[in-house]
């Protein structure tokens, strides 16, 4: 099993590592998002709204607003979770490319199967 990396490409992992926590956090802020925007009760509000369309046009456009808010919302969350996740897939094959596994946030050797020694990409000692 491989126990350093290349230390000419130390940065390399450090910023490869930065850019992939930060897409990880986003993705999951962006998760939380789309959650919150799946349990909201607008489109309730839109039906009834649509209810009350019948003998007013105003609140026929009430009803559609309510229901473009609240797809807009799931959609935007939505597309924001999936790029996270291509940038997170993106970084994980550069990683994959130089014989790190990524699990979660934290970074393994490939040949590590038990995954009993993460690495700190950040400590010289990692580095040969």
């Known amino acids: 099993m491989q126990s350093h990396l290349a230390a000419n490409l130390k940065s390399d992992f450090q910023q490869h590592y930065r850019r992939f926590e930060e897409h990880?956090?986003?993705?999951?802020?962006a998760n939380l998002e789309l959650k919150q925007a799946k349990s909201s009760r607008v489109w309730m509000i839109a039906v009834l709204a649509l209810l009350f369309s019948?003998?007013?046009d105003f609140f026929l456009g009430a009803a559609a607003a309510m229901f473009g808010v609240y797809f807009y919302r799931i959609v935007s969350a939505y597309m924001q979770r999936a790029q996270s996740e291509d940038a997170m897939e993106e970084i994980e094959r550069w990683f994959s490319a130089k014989g790190l596994?990524?699990?979660?946030?934290t970074p393994f050797f490939k040949g590590d199967d038990q995954l009993e020694n993460p690495l700190n990409l950040f400590e010289d000692r990692v580095y040969q």
């Open 54 to 56: 019948m003998s007013s």
């Open 101 to 105: 596994m990524l699990q979660d946030k």
């Open 24 to 29: 990880y956090d986003k993705g999951h802020s």
